[in-house]
C-alpha cells in the first residue's frame, strides 16, 4: 500500500508574551516539534491495568472508565507525536492487587492525605501474573498515594487516578495523560529537566520534549524486542487473522495517519485529542 504521506516534520514556534515582563523583555521563543510523519513512527504495544482492591482504598482504583482510559491514551499519543513514538493499547484490565497485607500493616494504605504513602511500598501490589515474558509497557492506575506518579523499571510505571498538577501555559488540560505520558518517558530513559513547560519538569502540566530527549526515546524505543514501525504493522495487520488484533491494528494505522496527517503539536490537548481517536471510523 501506497503511504500517503510526505516528510511534514517541521517546528514552529510559539511565542508566549509574559503578563509581567512584555514590555521590558523579548518574549521567549519555544521550540515546538510537530508530528512526524507516519512512516517515521516507532510503535510501542502498552497495556493498562487498573488495580483493583475491595478493602483498601488507596489502591483500588475505581474512578477511571474504559473511555477515560480510551481518553487519556489519546492525549498520551498527542504528547508522543512529538518523538514519532506511539503507543499501542493492547489492553485495558481490572486486575486484582497482591500483597496487600505488607501495606495494610505498615498503616499506609488508607492513611490521610496528609500522612506518607510511599508510593515504592506500592511497588508489591503488582500482581506477578501481569509481569509474564512482555516485551511491552505496563500502566498501573492504583486511587493514591504519596506521588502523581511512578516509574519502576522493567517498563511498569504507576498512575494515581486523583493525580493533580501545576497549571504552566500551554501545558495540557488534564494531569492524567500528562503523569501517565511522564511516567512512561523515564521508561523511555529520561530523566528529570526541571524546566516547567517540559514533559520531564515534575508536577506541572508541561509536555514538551526537545530534541535531546527525542533522540534518547527514539533509540530506546527502537531497541525494544516488540517495537514496530509503521510500515511493519501495517503488513502485520494486512496477515492478521484474528479480527479484533486486526482492527487493534487498523485503529492504530489510522490514529497513527491521523497525527502526521494534521502536524499537531503536543502543547494543546483537547483540541487536538478529539481527531486522532482511536476508536473513530471513517
Ligand atoms: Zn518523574
Known amino acids: 500500500m501506497k503511504n500517503p504521506f510526505t516528510s511534514i516534520i517541521g517546528i514552529a514556534f510559539l511565542t508566549l508574551l509574559s503578563p509581567t515582563n512584555q514590555a521590558q523583555e523579548k518574549p521567549p521563543e519555544i521550540e515546538i516539534k510537530l508530528a512526524k510523519s507516519a512512516d517515521e513512527f516507532l510503535i510501542l504495544p502498552l497495556k493498562i ?24 491514551l489519546i492525549k498520551v499519543n498527542t504528547v508522543w507525536a512529538a518523538a514519532g513514538i506511539y503507543w499501542k493499547l493492547e489492553s485495558i484490565e481490572n486486575v486484582n492487587a497482591e500483597n496487600l497485607s505488607r501495606l495494610k500493616l505498615l498503616g499506609l494504605a488508607d492513611a490521610p492525605d496528609t500522612q506518607k504513602k510511599p508510593h515504592l511500598a506500592f511497588r508489591d501490589v503488582i500482581p506477578e501474573s501481569t509481569r509474564k515474558d512482555y516485551p511491552g509497557y505496563q500502566v498501573y492506575y492504583i486511587h ?22 501545576r497549571p504552566v501555559e500551554g501545558g495540557i488540560d488534564e494531569p492524567i495523560p500528562r503523569v501517565t505520558s511522564h511516567e512512561l518517558g523515564h521508561g523511555l530513559g529520561l530523566p528529570h529537566r ?8 515534575s508536577g506541572t502540566t508541561g509536555t514538551l520534549l526537545n530534541t535531546a530527549e527525542i533522540a534518547i526515546a527514539r533509540e530506546l524505543a527502537a531497541k ?26 487498523l485503529d492504530a494505522l489510522k490514529a497513527i495517519e491521523t497525527i502526521g496527517n494534521k502536524s499537531i503539536h503536543p502543547v494543546r490537548s483537547s483540541m487536538d485529542a478529539e481527531i486522532i481517536s482511536p476508536g473513530e471510523t471513517k
Open 49 to 72: 491495568y487498573r488495580l483493583k482492591a475491595a478493602d483498601v482504598p488507596d489502591v483500588d482504583s475505581r474512578q477511571l472508565t474504559d473511555p477515560d482510559i480510551h481518553r487519556i
Open 194 to 201: 526541571q524546566d516547567r513547560l517540559n514533559l520531564m519538569a
Open 224 to 249: 525494544n524486542p516488540a517495537c514496530m514501525k509503521y510500515n511493519e504493522l501495517q503488513k502485520k495487520m494486512s496477515l492478521e487473522t484474528n479480527p479484533s488484533k486486526k482492527k487493534t491494528a
Open 144 to 165: 493514591d498515594f504519596d506521588v502523581n506518579g511512578v516509574y519502576f523499571g522493567r517498563r511498569e510505571a504507576m498512575v494515581k487516578e486523583t493525580a493533580a498538577l
